[in-house]
């Protein structure tokens, strides 16, 4: 547990980028006051048996900004985020519920809007939401609209998926173009003046994820690269597993736009948020077959291998650059875009 | 389903009163496009069974103002009162997630006061937070804190606790006095400088509802009287069982300190918000061994027999007066005190 999170006498934004402070915050202020097992393993989900069942539950909050973008609106992204962090945890989304604070004077056809469309997403997904709360607050003390959801599902995968699982030969695959839900909100605030035909990827990936595990019994780790994209998600899983990881530059699918506009704003595609892209760590014997499912999916079409576990007991993950050097990245500090989910 | 809500095209404070326009507003905006049995059912909780196992579920949303208050803060209160809308349905909680939407700039001493409540609280029930969510929004884009938990339980008890169960001859027990929290609540808020010694109840009330289901297996519904307090759960309880149902005014507890301020506001105790009160209604034979034992429980001291069903068919609650007189009571309309919970 890092004590850095202890330096801040106040919260700031970093603390909800999904990087270090955010893992600093949960292991200084959280963890010490709630301690179990389930919480402790920090997955996408909990784990736990009821009645002989094995389930998983995740929560999460969105304040996305803008409210709808190119690409969706804050309610189908709830919907998807709920569905993708109980499916790379191996688990089959049944139940959702819906928690809603809205600002006083939010418009009416927009919250119908947002809700419709977290109909259709839930319907898409084969998910219900079942159970759900409203809270109103005074003009001024909230943004427009959050959404929380939390999800419910029962886990039928019979392999171990974490981080533990992950083992030297390893092989990372991503499951398309990266950045390109962070890339369209950044280009969807009006403060930017940025005008783009950049789509928001976010999307339920169960279908996929179910589909892969049929044709792979061994993948050891799956994560969606949601907040601090996809590097973020590789320093976890190198930093949790103690392994080396070396990703080549050049495999890493990134849309020409994506990178126009990182460019621009002197952002690195690694750390830029998706909403419905993969990433899984299986044996390399293994790559060939979930390669060639992903690649027949409507979701995985630009699916590629994009890197290597290539020691255990490093805790690294090296970059080998498109240009032919190499260099270390680390996990992303602070927030690059606040708000992007 | 009530069609009030269309009348308006933007969301007031009233939306999110727990009364008559949240009533409609979910019925208008939210069960159209989100049609499911469990939902429209909508019980403090989803009910339904995975691999045999009856399970409920439900989410709460938190924007108490002020976050910490005589007896409790905004954490305590979550826990509080997840665990209470998991018991009303006949409930063990077990597992809990916990969203946190913050103001950058929020005291990190505040929030590990908070986390530390949720912690004792959460210990104190027998329920284990799980998982997680921390977003951080820029400084005016939240008032200070916002939670949201939602809880898992595991449904033990044979009975039917529904509306539906409800009879002709069930009497209508609460297990204390009525308003404590609204009116501590309202009383901490600076800008009233109302000094008292009011204390919120909020209480888990897990421990209280296993005992009252063992020493009666003839329960038919129960509810934890929060926003819009009791007034709202017997008027919702008449509609939804199509009773009439008649309390008695001078039965119901109501401390002196909570009736001085509710007569110096203008306010009606019936209607302020609870967070450790249950509302309960089972077969008159039954009353006696329930009473009993919740006036030997620390959270049902001040318990009572409050009214009961006279007839049914009628969808009508009267109150009969302690002056003699007697006044038919409806369904709060707005909202009396805002971000009560």
Redesign the interface.
């Known amino acids: 547990m890092s004590g850095t999170?202890m330096r801040?006498?106040?919260?700031?934004?970093?603390?909800?980028?999904g990087g270090r402070l955010?893992s600093d915050?949960?292991g200084a202020?959280?963890l010490p006051?709630?301690?179990?097992d389930?919480?402790e393993a920090l997955g996408d989900?909990?784990v736990?048996s009821?009645?002989?069942?094995k389930?998983c539950?995740?929560?999460?909050?969105?304040?996305v900004n803008p409210v709808f973008f190119p690409g969706g609106n804050i309610g189908s992204l709830a919907v998807h985020g709920t569905v993708n962090d109980l499916s790379v945890c191996g688990g089959r989304p049944?139940?959702m519920?819906?928690?809603?604070?809205?600002?006083?004077?939010?418009?009416?056809?927009d919250?119908?809007a947002i809700?419709?469309s977290?109909?259709s997403a839930?319907r898409e997904a084969g998910v219900?939401?079942?159970?759900?709360?409203?809270?109103?607050?005074?003009k001024?003390?909230?943004?427009r609209i959050?959404i929380?959801t939390?999800g419910?599902g029962?886990i039928e995968y019979e392999g171990e998926l974490s981080v533990g699982s992950i083992r030297e030969g390893d092989v990372l695959i991503v499951s398309g173009t990266i950045g390109d839900h962070g890339a369209a909100i950044l280009s969807a605030r009006e403060e930017l003046g940025l005008a783009s035909g950049l789509v928001s990827d976010c999307a339920s990936l169960n279908g996929l994820i179910h589909g892969v595990l049929g044709v792979s019994p061994h993948v050891h780790f799956m994560r969606d690269a949601t907040r601090g994209g996809l590097g973020a998600v590789v320093c976890e899983a190198a930093a949790g597993a103690g392994a080396r990881i070396e990703l080549k530059e050049a495999s890493i699918p990134v849309k020409e736009e994506v990178r126009g506009l990182c460019e621009i704003l002197g952002l690195d595609p690694l750390y830029i948020a998706n909403e419905g892209k993969l990433v899984l760590f299986c044996p390399a014997a293994e790559a060939g077959r979930v390669l060639s499912f992903m690649q027949g999916h409507p979701l995985g079409r630009d699916a590629a291998v994009i890197g290597e576990v290539t020691a255990m007991g490093g805790k690294r993950v090296i970059l080998h650059t498109s240009v032919g050097g190499s260099r270390e990245i680390d996990m992303p500090v602070g927030?690059l875009i606040?708000?992007i989910c």
């Open positions: 999170a801040y006498d106040e919260i700031l934004l970093a603390h909800g980028s955010t915050l949960i202020k959280f006051h709630l301690r179990n389930c919480l989900s909990a736990f009821i009645g002989g069942t389930l539950f995740t929560t999460d909050s969105y304040v049944l139940f519920s819906a928690g809603f604070i809205l600002e006083e004077g939010f418009p009416m056809r919250l119908e809700v419709e977290m109909g839930a219900q939401i079942v159970t759900g709360d409203t809270k109103v607050v005074a001024g003390s909230a943004d959050f929380n939390s419910l029962v927030e606040p708000r």
